[in-house]
């Protein structure tokens, strides 16, 4: 711990924990016997848990959302002054934090327009595709209602973002699901002969890749798709850049069937590939949705946003004599005002710190780090990532492919955490998949911290793997 002390009686608090608290992502038969992680302390990269120990955390919060570091006093004041002035008002209403940070977040997004507020990723992911189905009402009668969603790309734990989710392990036992989302394939060139493309590099294979898009649509039938959802760089699927000339053939294929393109920025937003605020802005793409929520107030508060361009604004607004014009939706929470209240504040930060070229940087220096550690480490078959958001897929052989399991996965993630680091991996999509690790420390981490990280993650695969 920082200052060794704790408020509270910290048996009491692991003893509440242990006998209250249904964790996340985890089963908790361990607990039973073992005592669950409590974290009770952060400042910039590091934080402590209930016995004292330290760690680097190198994945911002477990899923990549801390972009600014822990202990934020100014972001902490700046939501303590809104919350005694005005914590809440919803409905029909505006909050001055609200108008304030829509102004500042559209700055960075030409094209774009609008921010619908509400709470979690998930929650926006799935004020898109009612946005996207009200537009197949109003303007097709309905029929251009499916929405595309791709394989490896997750989206959200609600059960209308799980019908669009391209991770299968995460989904089994909670279906059926909703109607209407049709999965195209991955576009991962590591993998390519997955995709029936192993004869292919470079822009062939991103071209072609996207052309398999194309085929799931002809056969559905252009005139029922409506939407496509993807994320610029897939996170929890495996960390999964796009490839050459992939994103370019998505928008022609987008145009040519009238088909809205919604963005999932929810890892990717507020700068976490590094030199722009979005994930997107690396490709030329031009989203008609763009939905986002961890970084955006770094954690600080519960904020998520849906954002529009005018031309999907308009459509809301057109015709007031129909009972259809706008959009028949509210979020409880999204009235709350701390959330734009801390997310205007670390959008300072970000530009104030510098932390978009720092992200840049310092990625680099984790993607020189992590390829040199492929030189030394067989088990490594890929590395791959934007900014700071990079992952390296373990296999047991290099030629084959084959991934390692996920129990050695496990005790690499394990053996980091022994060594005072906190590293993640992909998860729950098929045990087959979940071999990736990840990393996406905070936008402010030093080179010292990188080539900590990559020290710790070098001695654990030595341990691990020999
Ligand atoms: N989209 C992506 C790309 C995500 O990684 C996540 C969460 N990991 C979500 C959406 C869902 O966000 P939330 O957990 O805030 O609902």
Known sequence: MMDGKFDNDIQAVVDADRAHVWHHLIQHKPFETGEPRVIVEGKGMKVWDQKGKEYLDAVSGAVWTVNVGYGRESIADAVRDQLVKMNYFAGSAGSVPGALFSEKLIEKMPGMSRVYYCNSGSEANEKAFKMIRQIAHKKYGGEKHKILYRDRDYHGGTLAAMSAGGQD??????GPFAPGFVRVPHCMEYRKEELGLGHLSGRDFGIAAANLIEDVILREGPETVGGLCLEPVTAGGGVITPPEGYWDRVQEICRKYDILLHIDEVVCGIGRTGTEWFGYQHYGIKPDFVTMAKGVASGYAAIACCVTSEAVFDLFKSDPSDKMDHFRDISTFGGCTAGPAAALENMRIVEDEGLLENCAKMGER???????????????????????????????????????????????????????????????????????LCFSPALIVTAQEVDAITDAVDKALTKVFG
């Open 169 to 174: 392990e995460r989904n089994m036992q909670y």
């Open 366 to 436: 984790f993607m020189a780090n992590l390829q040199a550690l492929m030189d030394k480490h067989d088990v490594i078959g890929d590395v791959r990532g934007k900014g700071l958001f990079l992952g390296a897929e373990l296999v047991k052989d290099r030629s084959t492919k084959e991934p390692v399991t996920e129990a050695d996965v496990g005790a690499v993630v394990a053996e980091c955490g022994n060594l005072g680091v906190i590293i993640g991996a992909s998860n729950r999509s098929i045990p087959e998949r979940n071999n990736v």
